[in-house]
């Protein structure tokens, strides 16, 4: 199947600093990724669709200028979180999807777990 | 993307066949039916997905209802590798809404 790579995996960052999660299609080209939050025990919720080329489109109550995505290419997008507290620690998922060719099936990546400290 | 309401949770003993039901009454004609499904800690991964047809793969099986607003994916024999949520939603290719939105799933508990 399709595969989609995240990373870091896991990172720690003191409270203040800016943190960049990378997120590649390596086998198909995506024109949309999705990023997505979970909390532990919680459902996905998803935050913004990266737009290759083009601004991303934030749900409602995520702070854009906050959670910074860039959609430089068709396989690389990256979601920077800006003056990171600990509250925003979090499970942070990125997925994408080759289109309807393949009945619009959705890859995720590995997720990258955020510890804000 | 259309609504899908799944079972909170459901149990099952290894190696025995489970069904996990999802219905999606306000399907529309070009909604593909996808099952996902999350691992402790992990991003979810794809299971299997299907339109009108039941469909197999080595994971599991899908079966889709007549009038396609429920669906069932089947493990054929559950696993404790298999404990993880299942999310089943709906995947529109005709253009339309395409934001992949997801409930909570239903948390599939094995006991050995």
């Known amino acids: 199947g399709a595969v989609v790579s995240q990373h870091p995996s896991w990172v720690i960052c003191k409270s203040g600093t800016s943190v960049k999660i990378e997120c590649r299609s390596l086998?198909?080209?995506?024109?949309?990724m999705f990023w997505y939050r979970q909390f532990p025990k919680q459902s996905l919720m998803l935050m913004a669709t990266?737009?290759?080329?083009?601004?991303?489109?934030?749900e409602q109550g995520v702070e854009k200028d906050k959670f910074l995505i860039n959609h430089a290419s068709l396989t690389l997008s990256t979601l920077t979180v800006t003056s990171a507290h600990p509250e925003d620690s979090s499970f942070y998922i990125c997925?994408?999807?080759?289109?309807?060719?393949?009945?619009?099936?959705?890859?995720f990546g590995e997720g990258s777990w955020l510890t804000v400290v | 993307d259309a609504k899908t309401t799944q079972p909170n949770s459901m149990e099952s003993n290894e190696e025995e066949p489970v069904h996990l039901p999802c219905n999606h009454s306000?399907?529309?004609?070009?909604?593909?039916i996808h099952w996902y499904r999350q691992l402790p800690s992990q991003g979810p991964e794809y299971v299997i997905h299907g339109l009108t047809s039941n469909v197999n793969n080595r994971m599991a099986s899908l079966a889709i209802a007549e009038d396609r607003k429920s669906s069932t994916l089947i493990l054929h024999r559950a696993t404790l590798r298999d404990a993880a949520v299942y999310y089943c939603?709906?995947?529109?290719?005709?253009?339309?809404?395409?934001?992949?939105?997801f409930g909570r799933g239903t948390s599939l508990i094995v006991h050995p």
């Open positions: 086998d198909f080209q995506a024109t949309t």
């Open positions: 990266s737009n290759e080329g083009s601004k991303a489109t934030y």
């Open positions: 997925s994408a999807s080759p289109g309807p060719i393949s009945g619009n099936t959705i890859y």
């Open positions: 306000t399907i529309s004609g070009t909604d593909y």
């Open positions: 939603i709906l995947r529109d290719v005709s253009g339309g809404s395409y934001i992949p939105t």
